[in-house]
């Protein structure tokens, strides 16, 4: 069966500092990946969408930026963070054929203080 | 007008309640409808997936899209405390393997 895993579960990072969170998946191959960012009561935001590795669509002009080095590797990056920046961050994964079904790691926290 | 429209919440039962949780859509391309639950500081999990029109019941859980109407639903029997959570809506279709989310609705079963 597949999982995906995200890391870390918890982030607290002051103004400035970079950001680097990682998601990968087991038991599938070649998958599309997700980075979604959560807001209180705002619904989820599609960050970055990659059908394969080095491939990344972005969705939102901001100060991230997302990569693919391996098959089921997906980073979400920063180089200097901002107050909003702040969220609940969510990688997914899908088929590359087939249904549109997605589904989602278990998240990660950020806050930026 | 937002693609997919979902009333926010707080929605609050006392246990044992039918609940019906509810998206409308825009987009007429849309034939692939899902619903996710979400407690709270986790990742969605995937609940229900249907494809076009029509009912499909999983042991509590019925979801039912109109296409005519633009209209999805979840239904929950029997509601259980466990349930407590955010249901996010799906759909995608029209040439894009994108799902387009709705915001959420907050569940609250009370004992």
């Known amino acids: 069966s597949q999982t995906i895993h995200q890391w870390p579960a918890t982030l607290v990072q002051p103004v400035g500092s970079p950001l680097s969170l990682e998601c990968t998946v087991e038991?599938?191959?070649?998958?599309?990946l997700y980075w979604y960012r959560q807001a209180a009561g705002r619904g989820l935001q599609l960050l970055f969408y990659?059908?394969?590795?080095?491939?990344i669509s972005s969705e939102v002009p901001q100060n991230l930026s997302a990569s693919r080095p391996q098959d089921r590797q997906f980073i979400l990056s920063s180089k200097k963070l901002l107050l909003s920046d702040s969220g609940f961050y969510l990688c997914?994964?899908?088929?590359?054929?087939?249904?549109?079904?997605?589904?989602f790691g278990p998240g990660t926290r950020l806050t930026v203080l | 007008q937002k693609e997919v429209e979902q009333d926010p919440g707080p929605l609050s039962v006392p246990e044992g309640a039918i609940v019906s949780l509810n998206c409308t859509y825009s987009?007429?391309?849309?034939?692939?409808f899902m619903w996710y639950r979400q407690y709270s500081r986790k990742g969605p999990e995937l609940l229900m997936y249907?494809?076009?029109?029509g009912n499909k019941e999983d042991g509590r859980f019925t979801a039912q899209v109109d296409k005519s109407s633009k209209y999805i639903s979840l239904f929950i029997r029997d509601s259980q405390p466990s349930d407590s959570a955010t249901y996010l809506c799906?759909?995608?279709?029209?040439?894009?393997?994108?799902?387009?989310f709705g915001r959420g609705t907050s569940l609250i079963v009370h004992p």
């Open positions: 997914a994964w899908s088929e590359t054929s087939g249904s549109d079904t997605q589904y």
């Open positions: 799906a759909m995608s279709g029209g040439g894009s393997y994108i799902p387009t």
């Open positions: 249907t494809y076009s029109s």
């Open positions: 038991g599938t191959s070649n998958p599309n």
């Open positions: 987009n007429s391309a849309f034939q692939y």
């Open positions: 990659s059908v394969g590795i080095g491939q």
